[in-house]
């Protein structure tokens, strides 16, 4: 029987898409605390992380364009309207 291996899609290698951000980073970004962003992470929600190291004691960080993704996916669009 032969096992097929599904392959995640590669990184682009932009210096963006490659580029981690600290906690204190995003947290600062986004106008949130830094507990917020461990609340989204234990209820798998908000911003995608990565965790680099173990599963305990892992360095957190996140990707630049995930944030970005983030914020994108959050920003309301105005139509000019009358009076406004």
Known sequence: MTR???RST???NSP??????????VAELLGVSRQTLANW???R????FVRI??????RI??????????IAARTVNVSGGEGV
């Open 53 to 58: 190291g173990g599963r305990s004691g892992g």
């Open 41 to 43: 992470r234990s209820m």
């Open 61 to 70: 960080r996140y990707k630049a364009s995930d944030v970005r993704a983030f």
């Open 4 to 6: 097929t291996r599904t």
């Open 45 to 48: 929600r908000g911003v995608p």
């Open 16 to 25: 963006d898409e490659l580029r981690l951000l600290h906690e204190a980073e």
């Open 10 to 12: 590669p990184p682009t």
